[in-house]
């Protein structure tokens, strides 16, 4: 069977980066291809080569067993190649089916005028056969991430593409939602879709893929078939030796010192009457299924959105937090989970990134030495996090989207914060760099930092937190200490619905 794309001796760099070299790779109709591979290894890239963003340096590219060279993404296109990026791409003003029809949307009159009956019309069929509950006529800025990302699979969906390139679909996705793009990716390929798979979350791996290629520092490393191989297999190719399996839960180094208080908190829909407190030293862990209100939560406490009604004390003294800045002066952090929004300055470069939430702590030097301080700091987050860069002055977005992430971490682990708030601080990481951060966190609370840790990815929540609040519907169904904590305990929780109570 002649493979739907094959490229061998693929080569392509960037100043100062050597993104791909002599790569190879094959995919077929009818198959799940994952590719695999740690933050910066290469795997946007050589998708975005196939499908036409990028042009390669060198090496061969066949479709259908025909040599091609695509000059732009709508070549590709035209040939039924689709991509959902990685960096969402949407576009923030314009609505659910405009977003998924840009550039072909159908018109009336002569085709002066946008036919907008149809245009929504035919983005409810497509919503409606992914089984999601979207108003085609919402505008896309005031989505959640989650249902953003479901916009962008819809949009790709709309192609009827024969190859089908996925990178990250599911980083924020929550279970059901990931059952439903399985569901779909299945029905796809019966008609005979070739799949490219990319994901940092290992179970997926064996859920949904037939094959699975692995690189490493943008070199090919293999093909097996997923059948005959093991997560901890594809992991020691990805980074070239073993890594020990999750760790367990590790205790807790609190002090029982209160850092921060939260009483009755009220804050919109998700945010229903929320009273918990965080000591010095401990990591709390957040869980709930997506949409429960963690999120929502934490940027009440940070000042990001108004409060209606409650209380907030900061080592045991009330705080008026009316917006971030606030937060801030009370050495409150929070790291959000949407870090293109709210995270980083993409344009400007990584070293300005990491210090900018606390240049002042430089202003007082000199131009020289600030430079020369600053340089250092960096440098010092580059290696800590082992953030994959050719140098601190590289702008942010030119960095893989993992790479993307530390530096946010950095930023806000530069800013010294008493009480932080990670919301989905290992999303879309890579499995080592992911071991690193919860050391980093472990490391954060025996320094006496209090940490809430958001996170949807319940072996996370059960491996580093000192106590699990439980949410569910904007309200806290309940806390579980460390040994109480378990996958059936936190799910029982998260899902006692309050309209299901009443009923
Ligand atoms: N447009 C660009 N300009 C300069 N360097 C780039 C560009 N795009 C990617 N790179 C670099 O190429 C390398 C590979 O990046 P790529 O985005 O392909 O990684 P990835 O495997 O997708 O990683 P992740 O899992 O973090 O998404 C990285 O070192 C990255 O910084
Ligand atoms: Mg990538």
């Not at 291809?33 to 910066?40: P, S």
């Not at 070293?351 to 939430?357: A, R």
């Amino acid at each position: 069977m002649t493979p739907l794309i094959s490229v061998n001796r693929l080569c392509k760099s960037f100043p100062g980066v050597r993104a791909l070299h002599d790569v190879q790779f094959e995919l077929v109709a009818g198959e799940v291809h994952a590719l695999m591979g740690e933050n910066g290894a290469g795997k946007s890239t050589l998708m975005k080569i196939l499908a036409g963003v990028y042009t390669r340096d060198s090496g061969e590219m066949l479709y259908d067993g025909k040599p091609v060279d695509f000059t732009s993404p709508r070549e590709a296109q035209a040939l039924g190649i689709g991509i959902i990026h990685q960096e969402l791409q949407l576009m923030n003003h314009l609505s659910v089916a405009q977003n998924m029809f840009i550039g072909r949307e159908p018109r009336k009159g002569f085709g002066v005028f946008l036919d907008e009956d149809k245009l929504n019309a035919q983005a409810r069929e497509i919503l409606a056969r992914m089984h999601v509950n979207l108003d085609p006529r919402t505008i896309v800025g005031t989505l959640t991430v989650a249902s953003q990302q479901m916009v962008e699979i819809a949009k790709a969906l709309s192609f009827d593409s024969r190859v089908l390139i996925m990178d990250e679909p599911t980083s924020a996705l929550n279970d059901a939602e990931i059952a439903e793009l399985f569901r779909i990716i299945r029905q796809l390929k019966e008609r005979g879709v070739g799949i490219i798979y990319i994901s940092h979350k290992m179970d997926e791996l064996k859920q949904i893929s037939d094959r699975v290629t692995v690189m490493r520092d943008g070199e090919y490393v293999a093909t097996v078939p997923t059948a005959d191989t093991t997560v901890s297999a594809v992991i020691g190719m990805m980074v070239g030796r073993t890594l020990a399996n999750t760790a367990p839960y590790e205790g807790t180094q609190s002090t029982g010192e209160i850092a921060l208080e939260v009483k009755h908190l009220n804050a919109g829909p998700l945010v229903r009457d929320v009273s918990f407190s965080l000591h010095k030293g401990e990591i709390l862990g957040f869980a709930g299924l997506m949409g429960a209100g963690r999120t929502e939560v934490a940027r009440a406490v940070f000042g990001a959105d108004p409060i209606e009604s409650g209380e907030i004390f900061v080592r045991g003294v009330k705080a008026n937090i009316k917006r971030p800045s606030d937060a801030v002066a009370h050495s409150i952090g929070y790291l959000s989970e949407d870090r293109k929004r709210f995270g980083l300055a993409t344009s400007m470069d990584v070293e300005s990134n990491i210090v900018m939430s606390n240049l002042g702590k430089f202003l007082s030097l000199r131009v020289f030495l600030r430079r020369m301080q600053i340089r250092k700091r960096a440098a010092h987050f580059i290696s800590l996090l082992a953030i994959r860069t050719p140098s601190p002055t590289q702008p942010v977005r030119l960095l893989s989207g993992g790479n993307q992430q530390k530096i946010v971490i950095a930023k806000w682990l530069e800013r010294d914060c008493d009480v932080l708030f990670f919301d989905e601080p290992t999303r879309g990481i890579d499995v080592g760099a992911k071991s690193e951060i919860y050391k980093l966190l472990r490391a954060l609370a025996a320094q006496g930092k209090a940490i809430v840790m958001i996170s949807s990815e319940l072996p996370e929540i059960l491996r580093m937190s000192d106590r699990v609040v439980v949410m569910c519907e904007g309200r806290i169904t309940g806390e579980l200490s460390a040994s109480e904590a378990t996958q059936e305990s936190i799910m029982h929780l998260a899902t006692q619905r309050e309209s299901l109570k009443a009923a």
